[in-house]
Nanobody, 127 residues
Framework: QVQLVESGGGLVQAGGSLRLSCAAS????????MGWFRQAPGKEREFVAA????????GYADSVKGRFTISRDNAKNTVYLQMNSLKPEDTAVYYC????????????????????WGQGTQVTVSS
């Protein structure tokens, strides 16, 4: 059974940084695309970033390009989201997700493209 556990959220002032981690278990982590999404109160869940199984390709939402970086350590079964220059509008619950299909050379940005989700970690950015 695939399990995803996020950590690293918290309260930070605008302009600050946080690094989120997502630890995966239950299957061979290195074979699968990983994604980060977020959901603010009253809003739909939205794509933040994704990375292919090899780490060779990454993708970002326009709202976070240049500020956030997704990476993965396949030896540690962990995907990271480094968030810099945080803004109040980045406040949300952040979720990591993965697909049931392995490999592939592209990343995915739709909620429906992902089959497994973590429980989320809260990020709050104060102004």
């Amino acid at each position: 059974q695939v399990q995803l556990v996020e950590s690293g959220g918290g309260l930070v002032q605008a302009g600050g940084s946080l690094r989120l981690s997502c630890a995966a278990s239950g299957r061979t982590f290195s074979n699968y695309v990983m994604g980060w999404f977020r959901q603010a109160p009253g809003k739909e869940r939205e794509f933040v970033a994704a990375i292919t199984w090899s780490g060779s390709n990454t993708g970002y939402a326009d709202s976070v390009k240049g500020r956030f970086t997704i990476s993965r350590d396949n030896a540690k079964n962990t995907v990271y989201l480094q968030m810099n220059s945080l803004k109040p509008e980045d406040t949300a619950v952040y979720y990591c997700a993965t697909r049931s299909s392995p490999f592939g050379s592209i990343w995915y940005s739709r909620v429906g493209d992902y089959d497994y989700w973590g429980q989320g970690t809260q990020v709050t950015v104060s102004s």
